[in-house]
Structures are given as structure tokens and as C-alpha cells.
């Protein structure tokens, strides 16, 4: 690894005073909590360990990892090619989440830096997830600041990740990177991260606290929402709202939102802006801030309908299409969803032999004579229901 002079020079004289502490001698030259850190780690650990310890999952880390979702895939590809190795860690120091860039990854993994692994300061020494965490604030550690000799080549950054209101710590959110491409503007990075994950983690948390069956939505031949197993009356546009975010597990912005509801048609931002507002209230709460995200579990027809279907489960899906989508909307979004339903039901009923699904689809597809057609082919002789069929057809014809 080639660096610029300030921080090869830095790294040779972190490396000494490193030095100068494991012959017994007190360097003057540390910073005095990386200096507590290392007189802690002394009494626990050698300096040649090489890889944190793995640890049992002993926490439900849904809040934690529900917050990844503010990170789009833009974010996410800047991530992977800022030369950082990303993670995500408990209040143990567990780390629970990575990403970055792959080659960085493969390299960062041989240390167990990855999900499993423990970097609390009694697994694997003086760290800035460690520090970050038992100091309660953002940290960073270059090069030879790290106790473990195998940690020498990175420089770290890290950040706690907590409630803004009630300052509530979830965890620590870390940036590692080669030790020649260390920058200050890191910190401030990893800390402005911290904090957006932070308020992700505790809306997510206050939406598990409200418990309940969570969020289900049908829009299949009718719209009816219940919250926590609670009905819910909306509105036309506040259904096209609940659904849309449905949509966008990982939140949307209120741009996209708004161009998925309205396309072309001229309505002003601030009008989707209190429509979702009013929504927010409707759910208790569960719906998040730009992004905008559904909160807790949600549960749609027309989505299962889908899911089913890709895992070839037709009669499951036949029973779940209750109708046409939301016939009466004109949200573009919505009109190709509702089209690929349709589409996509249909298609795989008559692709299948099993004819109580097919019959079953007939009420909501009543002119649809290939369907019929389809059902006269695969109806057993001796079934009665052909002539109800066959006159079925001769009314359509």
C-alpha cells in the first residue's frame, strides 16, 4: 500500500509508540483513550491475535437492520467504490451487517469482519468500534492505534447509531478503509450515516412496540386496511398511497412518490406531502419520514398474489384475486401492477391443469372465452359443471 508522506509518517510513529507500549514503556505520543484502551487490552488479550472471535446471535436485531433500508441502491454503489468496507454492530460490538467493495470485503472477512463477528474491545483489542462504543461518541482509529498487529494495514471509523429524541443507543455503525487512504472527512461520514440510521432504527423499533398482526392491505376487488388486526376506513387517494409505498419496502422519495401517483397531471408536492401527513396519523406513526416507508410488517393481496405465483403456488394465488385492482385508479404505477396481475393469473391458470382454479377464476374473467375454452379441455367428462360451462359459452359467443 503506497500513501502520501503525512501518513506514512504518522503510521511509523504510531507504530513506535505501539512498539515502545508492548516492551512496557508508556508512550507519550497516544491519544489518551486509545492509551485506556490499550491498558485495558493488555490484561486481556496478546497482540498477535488475528481474527475476532464469531459470536452466538443473542438479540433480535429487525430494528437494526430494518434501517439498512434508507441506503438506496446509489448510496449503496458509492459506498462499494469509496475503497470502504461498511458494517453494522450491536451494543456488544457484534457485527450484524456489511457491505462494500468486493475485493476490500474479501479481504476484511478473512478477520471476521463480518456478520458474527465480535469487535468489542475484550474479543479483539483497541478498535474504533470498541472505542465508539465505550466512549459514546464517534471515533477513529489509524493504523498501529489498532492493539491487534493484523489490524495495522486499515484505518477505522465509527459512529454510535441511536434515537435523535431519546438519544437511545442501538449500536455502531463502522467505516474501515487501507490504512493510505485514511481522511479525516470519514468521520464526518460515517457520523452523518450514523444519525440517518439512527432515526430509521428507532421508527422502526416504535413500530415492533406497537405490536398487533401489523399492516394488511387488500386491493383485489375491494380496498380494506386493518392496523394491528384494527379496521381502518381511507379514502380512494389514501389507498393508492397505502399501496404505492407497499411497493417501495426500501421508502421512496416524495418526488417518486409523486410520480407514481400522478405522472403528468399537475399536482403540487405539497398536496401528496399532507396526504401522507394525514396517512401518518391514520397508522399511528407508521409511516416514516422522507423515505417514505410502511413501518412493521405489511402484508398486501396483490403482492402475496405474486409471490405465490413465483413459487408456483396457483391455487393459493387464485384464491387470493378477489378481483380487478383497484379498477378506478389511474396511478400509473398502480394500472401496470393491476395489468400484471390480471396478466399474470390468468396466464398461469391456463398453463395448469388444475381446474377448480380455473373454474374459480371464471366469476372475475366471465367473457373470457379462452379461459373457458381451457376449462372444456381439462374438466373431467363425467363433471356436470361442463354444461353449465358449455352454456356459459354459448351466452358469450
Not at 443507543?169 to 490504512?179: A, D, E, M, Y
Request: aromatic share 4%; charged share 25%.
Amino acid at each position: 500500500m503506497t500513501g502520501d508522506r503525512g501518513l506514512r509518517a504518522r503510521r511509523s510513529a504510531t507504530y513506535r509508540s505501539w512498539s515502545q507500549f508492548m516492551s512496557g514503556q508508556t508512550p507519550a505520543d497516544i491519544r489518551p483513550e486509545v492509551l485506556s484502551s490499550w491498558c485495558r487490552t493488555r490484561r486481556l488479550l496478546a497482540p498477535d491475535i488475528a481474527i475476532a472471535p464469531l459470536g452466538h446471535a443473542e438479540a433480535n436485531h429487525e430494528a437494526l437492520l430494518a434501517s439498512t433500508r434508507v441506503l438506496d441502491d446509489t448510496m449503496r454503489d458509492t459506498l462499494r467504490e469509496s475503497n470502504v468496507a461498511v458494517a453494522i454492530a450491536d451494543l456488544r460490538g457484534q457485527i450484524v451487517w456489511t457491505t462494500g467493495e468486493p475485493r476490500l470485503m474479501r479481504v476484511a472477512e478473512k478477520v471476521n469482519y463480518a456478520p458474527g463477528g465480535l469487535w468489542d474491545e475484550a474479543s479483539i483489542g483497541t478498535n474504533a468500534m470498541s472505542l465508539a462504543l465505550s466512549c459514546d461518541r464517534p471515533s477513529a482509529i489509524c493504523s498501529a492505534e489498532h492493539w491487534s498487529l493484523a489490524l495495522h494495514d486499515w484505518s477505522c471509523y465509527a459512529a454510535p447509531i441511536r434515537d435523535p429524541k431519546t438519544q437511545r443507543r442501538f449500536g455502531v455503525l463502522n467505516f474501515s478503509t487501507p490504512w493510505d487512504r485514511a481522511h479525516p472527512a470519514m468521520c464526518m461520514a460515517v457520523t452523518a450515516l450514523a444519525q440517518r440510521l439512527g432515526a430509521e432504527t428507532a421508527a422502526s423499533a416504535a413500530a415492533s412496540d406497537l405490536g398487533g398482526d401489523g399492516i394488511r392491505l387488500s386491493v383485489l376487488g375491494e380496498h380494506l386496511l386493518t392496523v394491528a388486526s384494527r379496521p381502518v376506513r381511507l379514502t380512494r387517494r389514501q389507498t393508492e398511497i397505502m399501496l404505492l409505498l407497499a411497493m417501495h419496502p426500501a421508502g421512496v422519495s416524495l418526488a417518486e412518490l409523486h410520480a407514481d401517483l400522478y405522472g403528468d397531471e399537475a399536482v403540487q408536492l405539497g398536496t401528496l406531502k399532507a396526504e401522507v401527513s394525514h396517512l401518518r396519523h391514520l397508522l399511528d406513526g407508521r409511516v416514516s419520514r422522507t423515505p417514505y416507508r410502511l413501518l412493521g410488517k405489511v402484508s398486501v393481496d396483490a403482492l402475496d398474489l405474486l409471490e405465490d405465483l413465483r413459487k408456483a403456488r396457483v391455487a393459493d394465488a387464485v384464491i387470493r384475486f378477489g378481483g380487478p385492482l383497484l379498477p378506478w385508479s389511474e396511478s400509473p404505477r398502480i394500472v401496470r401492477l393491476a395489468r400484471t396481475v390480471e396478466v399474470a393469473v390468468r396466464d398461469a391458470v391456463l398453463n395448469s391443469n388444475d381446474y377448480e382454479s380455473a373454474l374459480a377464476l371464471v366469476p372475475h374473467m366471465e367473457e373470457d372465452t379462452a379461459l373457458a375454452d381451457h376449462i372444456m379441455r381439462i374438466l373431467p367428462p363425467g363433471d356436470g359443471r361442463r354444461h353449465i360451462l358449455r352454456g356459459h359459452l354459448t351466452s358469450i359467443d
